[in-house]
């Protein structure tokens, strides 16, 4: 099966808008790009409807043909940890569930793209992890983090948690959604650079997702 699980070091730290720009530069080279967040809490209630927000910037930037419910099945109101929200809101959901909603329907010719909830080791249902979900799936890892103080560091512990489940790295994205003194003075890129064998990237808001970050992807 080809795809990414984009995973990150935190929540908030940009991965859906990596996801989302991830999904519209293989949307140029005609790939089918099948977008999944199979749970996404904080979503808002709108006539009687829970929309998911970040799943809904997926499924937009992918232009894919699946619908919302088949994007993100499962969705709470509190912005919370998924296990949590489920629990408050009466419902149980299961590692097998999650697996099985990002697989659903999805062909040899398609391109999975999926996006956790919050970080790699950050509870997503029942007795499961993100991690337990990237290993189910058996995708190739997109890591995320904030370009800011500490990048370093939990760049680092993450990638050690990924490779400890034997799961491939494609890349490391440091997110820059600012131009605080800390990002004129410091340079993360450079740091995980030396200290992995894995490429990094730095990704404004302002910018596209690098070439070279594609090809890596479609290889």
């Known amino acids: 099966m080809k795809g990414l699980f984009i995973t990150g070091t935190d929540t908030d730290v940009g991965k859906t808008y990596i996801a989302c720009q991830i999904a519209s530069e293989l949307n140029k080279r005609n790939i089918n790009v099948i977008p999944r967040k199979p749970v996404e809490t904080g979503c808002k209630l709108i006539n009687n409807i829970l929309l998911p927000d970040d799943a809904n910037l997926l499924l937009k930037a992918s232009q894919s043909s699946s619908s919302l419910d088949d994007v993100c099945p499962y969705r709470f109101t509190q912005a919370i940890s998924p296990t ?20 659903n329907n999805i062909s040899d010719t398609d391109f999975l793209l999926v996006e956790g909830a919050g970080g790699f080791y950050s509870p997503i249902c029942d007795n499961a992890l993100n991690s337990d979900l990237a290993i189910e799936l058996q995708l190739p890892i997109i890591l995320v983090t904030d370009d800011r103080v500490g990048a370093v560091n939990q760049a680092l ?3 050690n948690a990924i ?57």
Not at 168 to 188: E, H, Q, V
């Open 84 to 103: 949590v929200a489920a629990k408050l809101s009466g419902e149980s959901i299961s590692l097998k569930q999650l697996s099985f909603a990002c697989t």
């Open 157 to 159: 512990l993450t990638i």
């Open 163 to 219: 490779e400890n489940s034997n799961l491939s790295i494609t890349g490391i994205l440091l997110s820059s959604t600012n131009n605080d003194s800390f990002n004129k003075l410091a340079d993360n890129t450079s740091e995980l650079s030396r200290l992995t064998n894995y490429p990094v990237y730095k990704v404004s808001h302002n910018h596209t997702i690098p070439v070279d970050l594609i090809e890596r992807i479609l290889r």
